[in-house]
């Protein structure tokens, strides 16, 4: 056996080992897809939220009604993207799967998902006793941070790029923190652009070989 052979053995049991300990199977496609209903979720709440302001002027004043059905369609919204982004996150990740010829649902990925709930969990109550006691107004940067947290927790299990992501995204959430009424513009740089950024790069870097 010369070097090259050498070589290519030592490649071929570093990816076997990369396989069975990281879940190597999230497509770039999904996290653009991801930023796009993000953004496209964020005008949509812009919208709402100039509706529910010219209300406001026409009435010369606040209604509680009005806010809570504002407060209700946001939060709406907000399950409607979360689910969008995640079908075509599963879709996308499916095909790459098919692609690669691998196993979906093996340890590593139970060790991620199991690793990401944890943060998002807390995070959602979290966030669910902000609404509940009127601090809306930390919601979007709260968000931003316990997303963050929760990539940065499951990066170890699978791409490293992942960590750098969520890195990112936990300083959107905490420069928020300082600019507290403009949280839907923090929540489409973090939800939309950072994941349009994101996904491309890492297509580039993983997958497009596989699509030539």
């Known amino acids: 056996m010369n070097d090259q052979q ?3 053995a030592i490649t071929d049991i570093k990816r076997i080992m990369e396989r069975s300990s990281r879940f190597i199977s999230l497509s770039g496609l999904s996290g653009v897809c991801a930023g796009i209903c993000g953004l496209v979720g964020a005008y949509i709440a812009k919208l709402m939220f100039e509706a529910y302001y010219d209300r406001w002027t026409q009435r010369n004043g606040y209604n509680d009604a009005d806010f809570q059905s ?20 599963a ?12 196993s979906l649902w093996d340890l590593s990925a139970r060790k991620l998902l199991i690793n990401m709930m944890i ?24 968000s ?10 499951t990066s170890k299990y699978t791409f490293s790029d992942v960590r750098y992501l969520g890195i990112c995204e936990t300083a959107v ?9 403009k949280g839907l513009y923090f929540w489409a740089l973090g939800f939309g652009l950072l994941h349009i950024v994101y996904g491309i790069l890492m297509w580039w870097k993983y997958e497009r070989k596989l699509s030539l």
């Open 6 to 8: 050498h070589l290519e």
């Open 70 to 89: 504002l407060k209700l369609n946001l939060i709406l919204l907000g399950l409607g993207v979360l689910l969008a982004a995640l079908g075509s996150g």
């Open 91 to 102: 879709f996308f990740t499916l095909r790459r799967v098919k692609r690669m010829k691998v």
């Open 119 to 142: 943060p998002l969990g807390v995070g959602g109550i979290f966030i669910a006793g902000l609404i509940y006691n009127h601090v809306d107004a930390l919601v979007a940067p709260a």
């Open 144 to 153: 931003l941070v316990f997303y963050g947290l929760a990539l940065i927790n």
């Open 173 to 181: 959430g905490l420069i928020n923190l300082f600019f507290l009424r």
